[in-house]
C-alpha cells in the first residue's frame, strides 16, 4: 500500500498479529467462518455432592457442560452468524412456491406488544383482547377464502393440510362412510400433500398432469372412486397454471361423495380475484406466512388456518372464538368466548397454534385491505410475467399467474442456483416439480421493483451464458463455498459432541 | 410516497410508467390480461375489508389487544412467563434471522444452520440423547411424532401406547390425531401423588405395549422420583420410553439417558418466547439407532470446497420433500426462529444460570408451598412429593370462587379440581409472590 507521500506502509506480521488476523474476505477466525459457542468457551458445572442443590442426589443429573460467554461476546457470535444469512431483506428471494415477500416491521412491534403474550390458560374474561383478535382474524380469512367458518390453531401449512384430511375422515366417518380410504393428489403437487394424507393413514393417489400441465380430467376420472375421500389441489397449480376446469373438477369430486381440498400456498396468486369457495372447494389452509407477509424466520414459525364450508365446521378442532350468546354482552363492547365444535377432532396443537404469527397477520391484513391484497395478487402476477418475459431460458408452461417453472435445458439447474448466488441474489427453487426438466421455479412476488427484476434476469441471462465448468465451480462469493452435501449425509454429525468425538 | 391514501400495497413498488413499460415487454394491454380465470369462479365483490395506515392499524391491534386485563400469572403446566432477556430480543430480530427461509442453499445461509446445530448440540448436552433435530411444533406435536416414530421402529405386534391419566387435555388429543392413520391405541394409566404409580403401570405393561410415555416433572409440579424403574420396566417389554420434559427442568433433574429413555419431548419455548397464548417450540431428542426414522429437519456439519467446517440440511431424504408419502413427517415449516431464541436464551444464562433458575424452580415453590400451607383451610403441596416450580394446593372452600376472587384481585391460578388449585412460581418476581400471599389471604379468610 502506498501513502500520500510515496511511503510504503506495511502490515505488522509478527506472530501476536498473525494469530488474531481475520481475513477480511470470509472473516476466517481459527481455521473456519465461526466458531461453535461451545468452542468459543464453555464449562462443567457439577451437580450435587453435598452443594446447595435442592434435591437429593439421586434425582439430579451429575454434572452439565454448557457455552459460557460474556453478553457482549454472544452479541458479536449472533450478529456475525447474521451476517451470513441471506434473508429478503438483504436482496431478491423468487422461491417458487415459497412466496418470500417483503415483510412489513411494524408487524414486529404490534406482536411484541405486553398484551400479545398472555398465558393460554387465562379464563377468557381476562383475554378479551386475545379472543376479540382470534375472531376478526378468522372473520377476515373466512371472507379472503371464501370459507364458512376459521380455525387459527394449525401452526403451519402442512398442520393446517393435517386438519383438512383428519375434519374430512371426520366427516365421512360421522356419515357413515368411513371406508373411504383413498386421498387423490396430483404429481405437481406440494410434498407436504403426500405425507399429509399417508399421515391421516389414507392410501394417496398419484394424478398425472395432461400436456398443458393442469389436472387430466380423464386420469381424474379413472382415479375417483367410492373410496375417494378427497382430491388435494392447489389452484394455481405449483406450474402457476390456473385449473380452469376447477369447476368440473368440483363436480366430478362431489359426484362420487369425496371432498375438495385447497392448499394455500399460491393464495398470494388470487388474493381478491377468486376465491377458494366460490371455486367448489370444501376445506382449505391458508399459509399466513406467505400469503400475508409474516416472517419465515429461517423456516418457521408460520401458521396454517383452516376455513371449511357449513357443513364441515361442526368437525374443526377445539376451541374456536365466538361472539358471547349467553347474554352478558357489556353494552358498549362484544365479548368473545371459546367454544368446542359439536363433532370436533379435538387439537392438533397443544393450544392455539403460533398466536404471535396470528396477530401479525392480523396487523398485515388490516393494513392492506381490499385494496392493498388485490394490487398484491395482481403485481405479484405482473413480475412473474414481466421476469419470465425478461429471461433466456424456456418457460415451457403458460398462461401462469404467480411463478413460472423455466427449464435449465442442459445445465444442472441445482449448479445454476450456486452460480446465482455469485451474482448477489438468491436462486429460484431448483429441480421441482418434476414435470420439468432440470426446473427453475420462480417467484417474484409483489415486493419487487422494475430494477430489481431487470437485475434477477440479468443474473439468470448471464448464467445461462456460462459454461459447466464455471457453474460447477461455484459460488465463490459466498460465505462458505460449496459444501459437500454427501458427506454430510454418509457422516452425519448433527452436534457439537459429535464433532468433539470425530477429532 | 405510501401514504394516508394507499391505493395499493404499501409494499408493492412500481410507478405508472414501470407498469406501461412492464406490460409491453409482455406483451399484453392490462394487468387483467395475466389473469387466467374462467368468469364463472372469478370474484368481483369485496372483502369488505378496510384499508389502513401503519399507524391507524397499531393503534387497532393495540386497542383489540388492550382490551386483555393485566393480570400477575402464577400459571405453569407447561407455559412459563420466565424473563426473556433483551440481548434474545434484539438479536433475534435482526432482519436476516426473520426474513431467510428454510436454508435450501446453505452456502447462503451458514448463519442460521450453525445456530440450529447449536441449539441441536444444547438438547443434546440437556438429554444425553445422541439426535435432536432442530424444531418441531409444541410438547403435544413432538408427542404426536413420537408415538408415530414408535409405530415405526418398534418391531412388536403389539399396538398400545400408554400414557399417564394426568396428561393434559392439548397433548391428549393431538396425540390421537397423530395416531389415528396407524393402528395405535392409546391408554391412561393411572398416577398417584401427581406422579406415575408404579405398581399400576407394571400391571399395564406387557409385550402389546409400544410405547410409554411419562413427564418430568409431572403436568402437577410433581419431580418423578421413579424413572429409573420405569425405564427398566419399559427396556424390559421392547417398548418406546419417552420421557416429556423442559430445557429448564433437564438441566437440573435426572439426565434422560441415564434412565433409560429412547426420546424425549416437551416444549423449549421455556426458554426464548414469552407465554404468547401457547405458542411454543417442540423439543425432539433420541437414541442413535433412531436416526433415518428422525422426524423434521436435521443440520450435519460438513465441508465446503476449501476444506473449511460448513453446515447444511441433511439427511433430506426422511423429509416430506423428497419421500412423499413415506416421509417420517409432514412438517416442513417449522419453529426455527424460536429454536434460535431459545438457543440465544441458553447461552445468555450458559450453565451456572441455568442450573440457578432450575435449583430456584424448586426452592421457590416450596417456599410458597409452605406459605400457603401456613393458611386454615388449605393444605400445600397436595403432594407429598418434591415439586419444580408449581405444585397443587387443597382449599376447603370451592376452587372455582376463590380462582375467581383471586382473578378480581389481579392473579391468575389454575383450577385443576373442585378443592385444588395449582399455583407456578416460574417468572413471577418476589415481591408479586408476596402480594399474591397478601391477596391470597384476603380470599381465604
Redesign the interface.
Known amino acids: 500500500m502506498t501513502a500520500d507521500d510515496g511511503r510504503t506502509i506495511e502490515h505488522e506480521t509478527d506472530e501476536r498479529a498473525d494469530q488474531v488476523r481475520y481475513d477480511q474476505a470470509r472473516y ?1 477466525e481459527d ?4 466458531p ?3 468452542e468459543k468457551d ?4 457439577e ?1 450435587g455432592d453435598g452443594d ?4 437429593p442426589d ?5 454434572s ?6 460474556s ?1 457482549p461476546e ?2 458479536r ?14 436482496g431478491p ?1 423468487p ?1 417458487g412456491s ?1 412466496t ?5 416491521k ?1 408487524t ?3 406482536a ?2 405486553p ?9 377468557a ?6 379472543l ?2 382470534c375472531y ?1 382474524l378468522q372473520d ?1 380469512l373466512g ?2 377464502g ?1 370459507m364458512d367458518a376459521v380455525t387459527l390453531q394449525p ?5 393446517g ?2 386438519v383438512g384430511i ?1 375434519v374430512a ?1 371426520a366427516y365421512h366417518e360421522h356419515n357413515g362412510e368411513g371406508h373411504r380410504d383413498e386421498v387423490i393428489v396430483p404429481e405437481s403437487a ?3 400433500n ?9 392410501d ?1 393417489v398419484s394424478l398425472p398432469s395432461d400436456d398443458a400441465g393442469r389436472v387430466d380430467l380423464e386420469a381424474l376420472d379413472a382415479a375417483l372412486s367410492e373410496n375417494t375421500a378427497a382430491l388435494m389441489l392447489t389452484n394455481p397449480n405449483t406450474l402457476g ?2 385449473e ?1 376446469d ?2 368440473e373438477i368440483a363436480d366430478m369430486v362431489h359426484d362420487v361423495g369425496g371432498l375438495l381440498y385447497y392448499d394455500g400456498a399460491n393464495l398470494n396468486a ?1 388474493l ?4 377458494p369457495g ?2 367448489g372447494f370444501d376445506v382449505m389452509h391458508y ?1 399466513v ?1 406467505k400469503t400475508f ?1 409474516t ?8 401458521a ?1 388456518p383452516v376455513g371449511v364450508v357449513e357443513d364441515l365446521a361442526p368437525f374443526l378442532p ?1 376451541p374456536r372464538v365466538r361472539e358471547s350468546r349467553d347474554g352478558t354482552d357489556t353494552g358498549s ?1 362484544q365479548t368473545y368466548e371459546l367454544f368446542d365444535p359439536e363433532h370436533t ?13 396470528l ?1 401479525k397477520t ?2 398485515y ?12 395478487s ?6 412473474a ?2 421476469l419470465a ?2 429471461i433466456e431460458y424456456d418457460v415451457p408452461y403458460e ?1 401462469f ?1 404467480h411463478e413460472f417453472v423455466a427449464s435449465a435445458g442442459d445445465q444442472d439447474a441445482a449448479d445454476v ?2 452460480r446465482m ?1 455469485d451474482y448477489g441474489v ?2 429460484p ?1 431448483t429441480k ?1 416439480p418434476e414435470i420439468v426438466p432440470e426446473a427453475l421455479m420462480t417467484e417474484p412476488t ?5 430494477s430489481t ?1 431487470d437485475r434477477l434476469a440479468a443474473a439468470f441471462n448471464a448464467v445461462a451464458e456460462e459454461d459447466d465448468a464455471t457453474i460447477e465451480a461455484a ?1 465463490d462469493r ?8 454427501t ?3 454418509r457422516n ?8 468433539a468425538d470425530d477429532e | 410516497m405510501h401514504g394516508t391514501d394507499t391505493t395499493g400495497s404499501p409494499y408493492a413498488p412500481h410507478t405508472d410508467e414501470e407498469r406501461a413499460a412492464m406490460l409491453e415487454a409482455i406483451g399484453v394491454d392490462a394487468v387483467d390480461d395475466l389473469f387466467d380465470i374462467p368468469a364463472d369462479v372469478g370474484f368481483d365483490e369485496e372483502f369488505g375489508i378496510e384499508s389502513r395506515t401503519e399507524r391507524q392499524t397499531r393503534r387497532l391491534v393495540r386497542s383489540i389487544l388492550g382490551r386483555n386485563d393485566d393480570l400477575t400469572e402464577l400459571l405453569g403446566r407447561g407455559h412459563y412467563g420466565y424473563y426473556v432477556p433483551s440481548l434474545v430480543d434484539h438479536l433475534a430480530d435482526r432482519s436476516e434471522f426473520l426474513t431467510s427461509y428454510t436454508q435450501y442453499q446453505p452456502e447462503a445461509s451458514q448463519g442460521f444452520l450453525q445456530a440450529l446445530f447449536e441449539y441441536q448440540s444444547l438438547l443434546v448436552e440437556l438429554t444425553g440423547l445422541e439426535i435432536a433435530n432442530c424444531s418441531m411444533y409444541d410438547a403435544a406435536t413432538a408427542l404426536g411424532e413420537a408415538a408415530t416414530l414408535a409405530d415405526r421402529v418398534r418391531d412388536t405386534s403389539g399396538q398400545r401406547v400408554l400414557v399417564p391419566d394426568l396428561l393434559l387435555e392439548g397433548r391428549r388429543s393431538t396425540l390421537a390425531n397423530y395416531v389415528a392413520g396407524t393402528d395405535l391405541a392409546i391408554e391412561e394409566y393411572p398416577t398417584a401423588d401427581g406422579a406415575v404409580d408404579l405398581d399400576a403401570l407394571r400391571a399395564a405393561v406387557d409385550d402389546d405395549v409400544v410405547m410409554v410415555y411419562a413427564e418430568n416433572p409431572t403436568v402437577r409440579g410433581t419431580i418423578e422420583e421413579e424413572l429409573d424403574a420405569i425405564g427398566d420396566l419399559v427396556d424390559d417389554n421392547d417398548a418406546l420410553f419417552v420421557l416429556g420434559s423442559d430445557p429448564i427442568a433437564l438441566s437440573l433433574l435426572q439426565r434422560p439417558a441415564d434412565v433409560g429413555a429412547d426420546v424425549v419431548v416437551g416444549d423449549a419455548s421455556v426458554l426464548g418466547l414469552p407465554t404468547s397464548y401457547g405458542m411454543g417450540l417442540g423439543l425432539f431428542a433420541c437414541r442413535e439407532d433412531y436416526l433415518r426414522q428422525v422426524p423434521g429437519r436435521l443440520v450435519g456439519a460438513s465441508e465446503d470446497a476449501t476444506d473449511r467446517r460448513a453446515y447444511t440440511l441433511t439427511l433430506q431424504t426422511r423429509e416430506q420433500h423428497i419421500r412423499r408419502e413415506r416421509a417420517t413427517s409432514n412438517i416442513c415449516t417449522n419453529q426455527a426462529w424460536v429454536a434460535l431464541r431459545t438457543a440465544m436464551h441458553a447461552a445468555y444464562l450458559g450453565p451456572d444460570g441455568m442450573v440457578d433458575l432450575a435449583k430456584r424452580g424448586v426452592t421457590r415453590a416450596e417456599t410458597l408451598a409452605d406459605r400457603l400451607d401456613d393458611f386454615v383451610g388449605v393444605t400445600a403441596p397436595v403432594h407429598d412429593r418434591r415439586h419444580f416450580r408449581e405444585f397443587v394446593a387443597h382449599v376447603d372452600q370451592p376452587a372455582r370462587a376463590i380462582a375467581d376472587d383471586l382473578e378480581t384481585r389481579g392473579f391468575a391460578v389454575h383450577v385443576v379440581g373442585d378443592h385444588e388449585i395449582q399455583v407456578c412460581v416460574a417468572g413471577v418476581p418476589d415481591d408479586r409472590i408476596d402480594a399474591f400471599v397478601d391477596a391470597f389471604t384476603e380470599v381465604v379468610r
Not at chain 1, 439421586?58 to 451429575?62: A, G, I, Q, Y
Not at chain 1, 418470500?100 to 412489513?104: A, E, H, I
Open positions: 476466517v481455521g473456519q467462518y465461526e461453535l459457542l461451545c464453555r464449562t462443567e458445572v451437580i446447595d442443590s435442592p434435591l439421586d434425582l439430579t443429573r451429575d452439565i457442560e454448557l457455552p459460557e460467554l453478553e454472544l452479541a457470535h449472533y450478529t456475525r452468524l447474521s451476517q451470513m444469512i441471506y434473508g429478503i431483506d438483504s428471494y422461491l415459497c418470500m415477500k417483503y415483510n412489513p411494524f414486529e412491534d404490534v411484541a406488544l398484551d400479545a403474550a398472555v398465558h393460554p390458560d387465562r379464563s374474561e381476562s383475554i378479551q383482547g386475545t376479540e383478535l376478526r377476515y371472507r379472503i371464501g401452526p403451519a401449512g402442512a398442520a393440510e393435517f383428519r375422515a406440494h410434498g407436504t403426500f405425507a399429509t394424507a399417508a399421515l391421516g393413514g389414507y394417496v397454471l390456473f380452469r376447477i369447476t388470487l381478491g380475484r377468486a376465491r366460490d371455486m399459509n406466512h407477509a416472517p419465515h424466520g429461517g423456516g418457521g414459525p408460520g396454517g377445539a363492547e377432532i379435538g387439537r392438533v396443537h397443544g393450544y392455539q397454534g403460533n398466536w404471535l404469527v396477530v392480523f396487523a391484513i388490516a393494513r392492506l385491505g381490499d385494496e392493498g391484497l388485490t394490487d398484491a395482481a403485481k405479484a402476477v405482473l413480475n410475467n414481466y418475459s425478461r398462461p399467474h442456483a450456486k448466488l438468491h436462486p427453487t421441482w409483489e415486493v419487487e421493483s422494475k427484476l459460488p459466498t460465505t462458505a463455498r460449496r459444501i459437500d452435501q458427506s454430510a449425509a452425519p454429525r448433527l452436534s457439537w459432541q459429535a464433532l
